[in-house]
């Protein structure tokens, strides 16, 4: 989607004034309350008169259903243990539900805590914690029990002072949909430093882009990294993956920024090169599928990418047949037909394919 550029006379005062007058008029009256709640008061302020809709803290009908995942409940849970700061719980007094307060947002992570005080889910996938991967609220001891207890959580309250236009208006831009990171941004705020520049550095290279070109939406959004990353990972360790892509290359990603050298960069680079210039070689329309294609799927890339990279380990000088008995088959389809990115068969049997196919 493009944009037209409005270009805008010179702001006067004038229109200053009328701008600080619009301001004015449209300032809604916004009063609230700042509580901070101990968990276990928040769970009970939730669960005393659930039954009968007379609890004091509510979900209505409007909210969506409890749609977290046990990775996501657990990860929350994670974050108070280690008194990490969680966002704020916004609701609203509102007079036709008699003083209750309506969760305008939170929903889940209230239901988290009570699934969680009331042994209703068992803590999975912690990477801080991971010793308490298995643990229910009921098997920590009951000093820890009641210091998770009297953990607290901030809550934000309109009072029956601001209007129903205010209330509907908070939670509309509350639930606007927001633009959630990519997995590559969020890695560049947790894993920045040496080897990621290094993987953005690989990313700019000249030839790369030729032969993979990537829409610029999603190269603004670090694509171009996130490949190169997938094809440093799976060359080296596609052995090793099992399950959930994400987390193999946020492992590899961290293992990489402890040990990452100069002289090792260099190795990579070289590796890196050698790949993108056998690629340039052999097959037509390089990651492409197509002459004048716009755009490159990962699966398309892993596979070619990597299995070329584990032909050239095997024989150096390799010297390939027409690619393109191959490159344009069903079986060839089949294999990079859909992404299927966390099953181990299918990430493993695109690369073997491509390699074998490369060295007979």
Known sequence: MTYQIRLFPRVTENDQQIAEKQIIQEQKIVDYDIHEYPVEVLVKLFLEGLENNTNDLFIPKYQRKFVWTIFQQSKFIESLILGLPVPYIFAADSKENEGRLEIVDGSQRIRTLEAFLNNKFVLTGLKKLDKLNGFKFEDFPLSRQRRFKRKTVRLIALTDKATREVRKEMFERINSTPTTLSDMESRKGVYEGDFYYFLEKCAENEKFNRLCPIPKARADREEGAEMVLRFFAYSERHEQFVHIVKDFLDNYMEDRQTDFTEDFANELDKKFRNMLDFVDTHFPY???????????????????????????????????????????????????????????????????????????
């Open 286 to 360: 390089g990651f492409r599928k197509s002459k004048n294609a716009k755009s490159t799927p990962r699966v398309r890339f892993e596979a070619i990418s990597v299995g070329t990279q584990l032909a050239l380990e095997e024989k150096p000088d390799l010297v390939p047949k027409d690619v393109t008995e191959w490159l344009g088959s069903e079986e060839f389809k089949k294999h990079t037909r859909s992404d299927a990115a966390n099953n181990r068969k299918k990430v493993l049997g695109r690369i073997k394919f491509v390699k074998d196919k490369l060295l007979k």
